[in-house]
């Protein structure tokens, strides 16, 4: 084992994993030494870029078609990794996606989308991966600085969500913690991606209030998914770390 590779024989879960944020967490675990099995929904040609690119680099990755919209489709694919693996180590709940609009235009179909992937999915796939965790087991939900720094308008839906999911982990850090299980949030704040792009319809308004000047890349949250899920994080639990450039200092 090479001295980097701090989750030698752990078995993780990246939720909504085959782009941006998720690929770079997918990526970053499977470097550090885990078995990494990642879900997607409607991108099975980037979902398996991202195995590719794991297997290539010597890893060891999975991909399994599952919205996280769909509690069924969540639970069998949580099972899948259970049976095929033995055990789930690291969950990191990070599918999510987002609806903007004034609240009282938003669709409530939309509403009842982005409720069932970014709140709803995460619990369903923290109850069933915890079916298979023992001592040692660290969850980790993916949140948003605007749950602590509202910074444009539009967004109250999406911040609704991800405030739930900062709440759902403080009540986990003491319902686990007798467990030995760790539950943190990490909230990243303008991150180049998919939903928020660095040269998106935001950016200009965002990046000045960036105190490094930057948007940050999904390596830099990556990197503290990997410490909150190693065992040098075994005193962390219920905790929100931002990732954010000093966006929200």
Same mark, same amino acid.
């Given at each position: 084992m090479n001295a980097s590779q701090?989750?030698?024989?752990?078995?993780?879960?990246?939720?909504?994993?085959?782009?941006?944020? =998720?690929?770079?967490?997918a990526r970053r675990l499977a470097a550090d030494g885990a078995t990494v099995a990642i879900t997607y929904n409607a991108s099975p040609d980037k979902a398996q870029q991202v195995v590719a690119a794991i297997e290539a680099a010597g890893g060891r990755a999975i991909a399994i078609q599952a919205d996280a919209g769909n509690p069924e489709a969540v639970r069998a694919g949580v099972a899948k990794v259970a049976a095929q693996f033995g055990k789930i180590d690291i969950l990191v709940n990070n599918a999510g996606i987002s609806v903007l609009g004034a609240p009282e235009a938003i669709a409530f179909a939309d509403f009842e989308r982005i409720l069932a992937v970014n709140v709803t999915g995460v619990f369903v796939a923290t109850q069933e991966a915890l079916r298979h965790m023992g001592a040692g087991g660290r969850i980790v939900h993916i949140g948003s600085s605007m749950v602590q720094y509202a910074a444009f308008p539009t967004a109250s839906a999406y911040t609704l969500t991800k405030g739930a999911v900062t709440g759902f982990a403080r009540g986990l850090a003491r319902d686990l913690g007798?467990?030995?299980?760790?539950?943190?949030?990490?909230?990243? =704040?303008?991150?180049?991606?998919?939903?928020?792009?660095?040269?998106?319809?935001?950016?200009?308004?965002?990046?000045?209030?960036?105190?490094?000047?930057?948007y940050g890349k999904g390596e830099d949250v990556a990197a503290t998914v990997?410490?909150?899920?190693?065992?040098?994080?075994?005193?962390?639990?219920g905790a929100e770390i931002m990732v954010d450039g000093g966006f929200t200092a």
């Open positions: 701090t989750l030698q024989g752990k078995v993780a879960i990246v939720t909504g994993a085959s782009r941006s944020i =998720g690929a770079a967490i007798p467990r030995g299980i760790t539950v943190n949030t990490v909230h990243p =704040g303008p991150t180049d991606s998919d939903m928020n792009p660095a040269d998106g319809p935001v950016a200009d308004f965002v990046k000045p209030g960036i105190a490094v000047q930057r990997a410490y909150l899920a190693s065992a040098e994080a075994s005193f962390v639990t």
